[in-house]
């Protein structure tokens, strides 16, 4: 730069400088206000204070000093509700812990409507939550875990739609009973199986019994079959040939006896 100013008149040699730091100092400027937007993510933009824009992922520039960009993450986040304390319309204490996933669909709105929208996400399913364990009983609330939690989405959805926020599901983890209910339900549980198990031999015995209906009723049409059931029923009692067993038998035996040896020796 001296040697161009030694070869020029001073003023030219001014006008070089000052056009020298003019484009140094754009290009700084320039350089300084660049942005660059993830994929996963939008640049809302706010100009003297006043929101003019999103910009969509890629190389973007801002007017420093007079905008700013602040970018927001549309990727789904997982939030956990800690463990409530919530007394069912049985007042019945449990402790109930979930876990609620959402995203953010417009990025303008969870920046300029909500301060901190995840904390007002799980702040707001927090009651909500409290609020619908509080309205069932008990057992409803052991057997229908699914059917809970969609209630609590569509409360939570409904109220952060303003918000730009779509909650995507909220998941039930763990629902702790206290002890002693955990023993009255164990005793339940115990006597409702051996109510099962009685039911179950009741209709085996049930079914046994018409079974041997219908074989007395054929052995009944069959001459000489309730006699040689009779018989076998007596070698049954005692197979020991050492043992003698004596039994009263009916005339009707006898006389089946007899009926079938005279069918025998006439075969």
């Known amino acids: 730069m001296a040697v161009v100013c030694q070869n020029l008149r001073y ?56 905008q700013r960009m602040m970018k927001v993450d549309l990727r789904i986040t997982t939030t956990d509700i800690p463990q409530q304390e919530v007394i069912t319309k049985d007042n019945v204490p449990v402790g109930i812990n979930a876990v609620v996933y959402f995203q953010v669909q417009n990025a303008e709105n969870a920046l300029l409507n909500i301060k901190d929208y995840t904390t007002a996400v799980s702040q707001y399913a927090q009651a909500a939550l409290r609020d619908v364990i509080g309205a069932i009983e008990l057992d409803p609330l052991l057997s229908e ?47 409702e199986r051996e109510r ?36 076998q029923t007596i070698e049954k009692i005692n197979p020991d040939p050492s043992k003698t067993v004596i039994f009263a038998l009916p005339v009707e035996v006898f006389e089946g006896i007899k009926a079938i040896s005279q069918t025998v020796k006439s075969k």
């Open 11 to 66: 003023k030219n040699c001014m006008e070089i400088v000052f056009i020298f730091w003019l484009i140094l100092i754009i290009g700084f400027f320039i350089l300084i206000g660049l942005r660059i937007v993830d994929q996963y993510e939008r640049g809302v933009v706010l100009t003297l204070g006043k929101y003019t824009g999103t910009r969509s992922p890629g190389l973007t520039w801002i007017f420093v000093g007079i």
């Open 145 to 191: 875990r699914e059917k809970i939690a969609e209630e609590v989405q569509k409360i939570v959805s409904a109220a952060t739609q303003s918000w730009g926020i779509l909650v995507t599901d909220i998941k039930i983890q763990d629902i702790e009973l206290p002890a002693d209910m955990k023993r009255v339900m164990a005793k339940q549980a115990e006597s």
């Open 196 to 231: 099962r198990a009685i039911i179950i031999r009741a209709e085996g015995e049930f079914q046994a019994s018409e079974r041997l209906a219908q074989a007395a009723k054929v052995l009944g049409a069959t001459p000489g079959g309730l006699s040689m059931r009779t018989l």
